[in-house]
C-alpha cells in the first residue's frame, strides 16, 4: 500500500506510513486510533513497519478487536503474561482478554496502561465502527487511556458520496453535528461530502473527541484510486487555502458550500465553517464570493431558496450562478448578495453581458475562449457599471467555457455538476481499425483540435493588456490547489499587478513566483488567438517544497516556525510571506521548546524556534527547492 502525506504543496508519496503520519518514537510511544473504517489495518501496518525498524511493538484495545490470524497473541487480563511472551517471541504481540465472536477485548485499564512500560511503542484501538468508513462517537466514546501520547482518527474516503445512515456508525451523532433534520419518511436523506468529512474529522465532538493537547493525526484508508487521493487533499486544504489568499493579496475569494458548487469533491464549506471563513475575510477587508454554478435539476432546485438564504445570513456578499432559474431565486432569496454571471454561461458578447445586466447582474465572469480583442469590444459596449471579469490563470478547461462533454461520457462523471474527471489530462492515441495493436498520436488540422490540453494558464506577463481592455476583476482558479499555491500565486499577481497599474515596471522577482509552485507547462489560452494543441506532456513541474510556517516573530528576528517537511540546520532555505519579498537564508542553530538544540527536526507541526536574519509576519513560508516534478 503507497502512503501520502499532506503538504502545503499537496499529497506527497511516502516511504511508510510511519513516516507519511510523521511519528516520532521519541514523542509517539503509546498511539490510540480511533474513528472509522481502517483502524485494525493502520495499527498493524504501523507494527510491521516499527518492527522493521527494530523496535518492540504491543497491539492491544481499549474496547474490542478480532483476533487475528497469524499473529503472535497472547490471551491475557495481565500486563506481566505479555512481558513474558514478548520476550520469549517475537517483536510485535498482540494482548488481549478472549471474548465471543472471535474477538478480543480490553484488558482492565490499569494493566492496559502497564503494556507500555513493555516495549518501545504500544498500539491500540480506542473505538469501534461496526467496519463502517466514518464514526461520530456517543457518550463514552472513544476510551483513551491517560498515558496516550498521540490519536490517529481513520476514516475510510469511499465514504465520499454516500448516504449517511448506510456508511456512518452513529447517524444520530453525525446528524447532530452536521445539523441535519430527518425528512418526512423519518430517515436522513442526505450524501457525505467533503466538508462534512473535515468537519467530522476535525471536530471535537467527531473525531477528535477526548484529544484534548495530545498530538492528533488523520488516516484517509482507501486512497486506492485517483478520484480518492483529490477527495483526500480536498479535506484537507479548504481553510487553509483561504486564508492564505486573504493574507496573500486578494481583493475577494471565491468558495462553495456543500452543494450547487462546481468543485463536489472539494472541501467545500458547511454553514458553519462559511461564517467563519466570511468573518475572517471581511475582518481583513476581503470579499467572499460563493458559487452556485451547477445547473440544478428539478429535484436540486427545490433546495436551493434555502441554501441561498444560509448565504445572505452568512454575509456572503456575491453568488456565482449561470442557470437562470439560480439566478432569479437568487434575487429573491438573497437580496443583500449582488449576482455575478459564471463563465459556465459562456458569455462571448455585449449583447449577452447587457442582458444580464439588465436582469440585475452586477458581473459577468467571461468565457474563456475569448480573445483580447473580443473582451475589448464587450467593454466598449456595455455599462461602466457592469463589472468584467476574466480568468489569468491556472487550470484551463478546453471546450465550451468548461462545458464539457468528455468526462461524463468517458467515465459518467458529469462535468457540468461539479464531478470532473479532467479526461483532457489524459495521454491518448488513435488506433485505426485496420491496423490493430498500431497506435498513432492525435493530430490537428487548420480548423485546430479542441479537445485536449496539458497546459496551465498564465497571464502574469501580460498584466498591462488585461488592463487595457477594461477587465475589472483578475480571477485564479485554484480551489482544487494546495494553501502553497494559494498563497504564492495569489501574492505574485498581487504585486505584479499594483506595479502595472502603478505603471511601474514589474519586479522580477514577484513574477518569478509562479515558477515556484507545481503547475503544468504555461500558455496563455486563447487570449492572443487559437493557442493550439499541446501534445509534448502534462506532468507536472514541482520544484520547490514548503518545509516549515512561521507562527510568530518578533522585531529581532527570534521567531517561532512550525514545521512541515524535513530540513536541517545548514540548509540553504526560502522565506516569502504577506508582503514579503523572498529571501534566501542558511538554517541556523533550532530548538525545540524545551530548549533542546535539534538539527533536523522530523515530528510535523513541532514548534522550533531559531533567529531570522530579520522580523517577517506570521504566516511567512519557508521553502527549499527540491525536484518533485512527475516524470
Partial sequence: ???????????????????????STERHRVIALTGGGGKTSVMFRLADELADMGKTVIVTTTTHIFNPPDRNVVETDCA????????????????????????????????AARLKELADVLLYEADGAKRLPIKVPKDGEPVILECTDVVIGCMGLDCIGGELEEFCFRTEQ???????????????????????????????????????????????NKADQEELLAKAARIAGDMERLKMAVLYGADAVYLAGTDFGMRAFAGNFDPDELKAAVAYAHAHNVRVHCTINTMPRGDEIVRLPAHLERLNDAGVDAVIVADLGAFTLAGKYAPNCQRHISTQASISNYVTANAWYDLGASRVILARELS?????????????????????????????????????????????????????????ALLEEKRPGE?????????????????????????DDLLDVGLSSLKIEGRAKSAY????????????????????????????????????????????GYPGQYYENSRYIREWQVVALVTECGSDGNAVISLRNKFRTGDTVELVGPDLRPFSMTVPEMRDEAGTVIEEPRNPQMLLKLRLPRPVPPMTLVRHQVELSAK
Fill in 372 to 428: 483580447l480583442e473580443e473582451i475589448r469590444a464587450i467593454r466598449e459596449n456595455t455599462p461602466a457599471e457592469l463589472e468584467i471579469e476574466a480568468f489569468v490563470h491556472g487550470a484551463m478547461c478546453v471546450s465550451y467555457s468548461g462545458r464539457c462533454l468528455l468526462s461524463n461520457y468517458m467515465t459518467g462523471r458529469d462535468a457540468s455538476r461539479g464531478a470532473c474527471a479532467q479526461p483532457c489530462r489524459y495521454h491518448y
Fill in 174 to 220: 453525525a446528524a447532530e453535528l452536521l445539523g441535519l433534520q430527518k425528512g418526512p419518511d423519518g430517515h436522513y436523506s442526505h450524501r457525505i461530502t467533503c466538508g462534512d468529512a473535515a468537519k467530522i474529522l476535525t471536530s471535537e465532538s467527531g473525531t477528535r473527541k477526548l484529544v484534548g493537547e495530545r498530538d492528533y493525526r488523520v488516516v484517509m
Fill in 485 to 528: 499555491y494559494a498563497a504564492i500565486v495569489t501574492g505574485a499577481y498581487r504585486h505584479c499587478l499594483d506595479d502595472a497599474a502603478a505603471g511601474r515596471p514589474i519586479d522580477p522577482v514577484w513574477r518569478d513566483e509562479v515558477e515556484h509552485v507545481s503547475h503544468r507547462p504555461y500558455a496563455t489560452g486563447f487570449y492572443y
Fill in 439 to 463: 497506435y498513432f498520436p492525435i493530430e490537428e488540422d487548420e480548423k485546430g483540435s479542441y479537445i485536449l490540453n496539458s497546459r496551465d494558464m498564465c497571464m502574469i506577463d501580460h498584466l
Fill in 80 to 111: 506481566e503474561d505479555a512481558a513474558k511472551r514478548l520476550e520469549r517471541n517475537g517483536s510485535v504481540l498482540v494482548a488481549g482478554v478472549p471474548a465471543a465472536g472471535g474477538k478480543l477485548k480490553s484488558l482492565p485499564l490499569a494493566e
Fill in 1 to 23: 500500500m503507497i502512503a501520502y502525506s499532506w503538504e502545503h504543496d499537496g499529497l506527497r508519496e511516502r516511504p511508510t506510513l510511519w513516516e507519511a503520519l510523521k511519528l
